[in-house]
């Protein structure tokens, strides 16, 4: 049983900061990728950034500049910090991570319950 448990959302004025933190516990064995999506109501979820276990990052174009991804692998825990933030950043952000639970098992992919980030005045 593998759980992915997120905190750090909130109410944030534009141009305010906020991080998101997302903690993985359970039978891991490894953590590939981990990440963070996004969904806006009406629309349909999306990729917001991710890092490798390399720590190779990868952001969506809105975000970049703004948002910095990174992970404590020792916590098996992944960042979000979030600067500059704009009304359209609204949404309930979900953390992502693809992982093992042994050395012989596949990788699945494993969701957050998701954390509401609000933007606004």
């Known amino acids: 049983q593998v759980q992915l448990v997120e905190s750090g959302g909130g109410l944030v004025q534009p141009g305010g900061s906020l991080r998101l933190s997302c903690a993985a516990s359970g039978s891991i064995w490894r953590i590939n990728v981990m990440g963070w999506y996004r969904q806006a109501p009406g629309l349909q979820r999306e990729l917001v950034a991710a890092?490798?276990?390399?720590?190779?990052?990868n952001y969506a174009d809105s975000v970049k500049g703004r948002f910095t991804i990174s992970r404590d692998n020792a916590k098996n825990t992944v960042y979000l910090q979030m600067n500059s933030l704009k009304p359209e950043d609204t949404a309930v952000y979900y953390c992502?991570?693809?992982?093992?639970?042994?050395?012989?098992?596949?990788?699945?992919?494993?969701w957050g319950q998701g954390t509401q980030v609000t933007v606004s005045s």
């Open positions: 992502n991570a693809h992982l093992t639970t042994s050395s012989r098992s596949p990788q699945y992919s494993h």
């Open positions: 890092i490798g276990n390399s720590d190779s990052t």
